[in-house]
């Protein structure tokens, strides 16, 4: 089954302590991203790939770091979290960007306290 | 700056009517246009998509129609369904860049 996977889908922290959000597509598609959902802001784009080892900012990159050492995982870092990134995150990977389907994962609720 | 400005944010429609969500961009660049669909507790899904070249595609109750020199594009649900009460969020990306912009998002709530 063609899917993306995230974990965890739930995360409380506190602010300063580092963490990792994990995503995976078994699709073998180029393109991934990471969003964050906020209400009444839609979907903000924070990071993207085009392929292996090639990332670039989206809107809202700040407090972020991602990294994409193979092709089907491209985990999302929070070196340092605060309460302004306690937010809904989701993962996406398409074949390239322009007319191609982006498929989502199930989300991560993250709540820094 | 918001590249995709997505109204109304809330919509409530009867069963069997017709709900019209509606969407403009500013960058002509934008060359694929999708909507997706929402329910809570998951990820958005693709509901259906168009490029400039054409000024509507249909796929069974959901429609969208594109007006490339107004720079607007709405999506139509017609006979709308309870079932398909959920968020829906327009985009827009280019093959000339890399990014995807998606508006604010449309809570639509149909009643029975």
């Known amino acids: 089954e063609a899917q993306v996977t995230q974990n965890p889908r739930y995360l409380i922290t506190v602010t300063g302590k580092k963490l990792t959000v994990t995503c995976s597509q078994n699709?073998?598609?180029?393109?991934m991203s990471w969003y964050r959902q906020d209400p009444g802001l839609g979907l903000r784009q924070i990071y993207y790939?085009?392929?292996?080892?090639?990332?670039d900012k989206g809107d809202v990159p700040e407090g972020y770091k991602v990294s994409r050492k193979e092709k089907r995982n491209f985990p999302l870092i929070l070196e340092s979290p605060s309460p302004n990134q306690t937010s809904l995150y989701f993962c996406?990977?398409?074949?390239?960007?322009?007319?191609?389907?982006?498929?989502f994962g199930p989300g991560t609720r993250l709540t820094v306290l | 700056q918001q590249q995709v400005k997505q109204s109304p944010q809330s919509l409530i429609v009867q069963k069997g009517g017709i709900s019209i969500i509606n969407c403009a961009y500013e960058?002509?660049?934008?060359?694929?246009f999708p909507w997706y669909q929402q329910f809570p507790g998951k990820g958005p899904a693709l509901l259906i998509a168009?490029?400039?070249?054409?000024s509507e595609k249909k796929e069974g109750r959901f429609t969208i129609s594109f007006n490339k020199s107004a720079k607007q594009f709405s999506l139509h649900i017609m006979d709308s369904q309870p079932g398909d009460s959920a968020t829906y969020f327009c985009?827009?990306?280019?093959?000339?860049?890399?990014?995807?912009?998606f508006g604010t998002g449309t809570s639509l709530t149909v009643i029975p």
């Open positions: 996406a990977s398409s074949l390239r960007t322009s007319g191609s389907m982006q498929y």
């Open positions: 985009a827009a990306s280019s093959d000339t860049g890399n990014q995807f912009y």
């Open positions: 790939s085009m392929n292996v080892e090639v990332t």
């Open positions: 168009i490029r400039p070249d054409v």
């Open positions: 699709m073998n598609h180029e393109y």
């Open positions: 960058n002509t660049a934008f060359d694929y």
